[in-house]
Structure formats: C-alpha cells, structure tokens
C-alpha cells in the first residue's frame, strides 16, 4: 500500500474521490433542503473548494510553491471544472431528463480527468 502512494495519480485518486463524496453529500444536502440544483450544486463547490485545496496541494501535489499562487491558479482549473458542471448538469437534467443528482455524479466523473491534469500542470507546476 505505501508503495502505491509514492505515485501521485493514486495519490489523486483518493483524495480526489473523498473530495467527490463530500461534495455529493453537500449537493445532496442542498436538494433535500429544497434549493434548485444550480444553487445546491453552486453552494457545495463553495464548501468543497475550501477543503480541496490544501488536501490537493499538500497530499496529491506536495507543492512547496507560494500558497498564494498555487491557491489562484487552483481556483482558476476547479471554476472552470465548475463551468462544466454548469453546462453538463442542466443539459443532463433538462435536455436529456436525467435527476440532477445522478446528472452532477456523471458531470463530475467526466470532469474528473481535465481536473487533474489542469492541476498537475497548472494549478502546482512549479519549475525546478
């Protein structure tokens, strides 16, 4: 097992996955409290990010960049991840008549994989 963690996608995976379920719980929360979904799924990111990012930059990239522009450019790649998610949940609910829980689950599954790779080579790049 200790193995498996030296090698960052892993690393991503898990932490990334604990994020997802989090961040479900929230959007989850915020349908069972009655809010429409864009505003549930709006204020679940808001919560998310805060404990995403330095879970993201301390575990997955172990950046020993300046927080600060580590923390801009993460919020840059996890809004346009956002921007999608805002674009794909309303086709996948209204277009294609999903429930916007299951929709947010597979928005969230595509985005997965540009999330990454915007922060690997973007958000925690840092040259050596």
């Known amino acids: 097992m200790r193995r498996l963690l030296t090698h960052q996608p892993v690393r991503y995976l898990l932490v990334a996955g604990t994020t997802s ?15 429409h979904y864009l505003v549930a799924i709006a204020l679940a990111h808001a919560v998310a990010m805060t404990c995403a990012f330095p879970a993201y930059r301390s575990l ?7 927080w600060p522009s580590d923390l801009w450019r993460f919020v840059s790649v996890w809004s346009s991840g956002m921007v999608a998610g805002f674009v794909g949940t309303p086709f996948l609910v209204e277009v294609v008549g999903m429930q916007p829980f299951p929709a947010q689950v597979l928005a969230i599954a595509v985005i997965a994989v540009g999330s990454y790779l915007g922060h690997r080579f973007f958000s925690f790049r840092h040259r050596a």
């Open 60 to 66: 997955v990239f172990e950046s020993r960049g300046r």
């Open 21 to 35: 379920v989090f961040y479900l719980g929230l959007v989850a929360a915020g349908l069972g409290l009655g809010l």
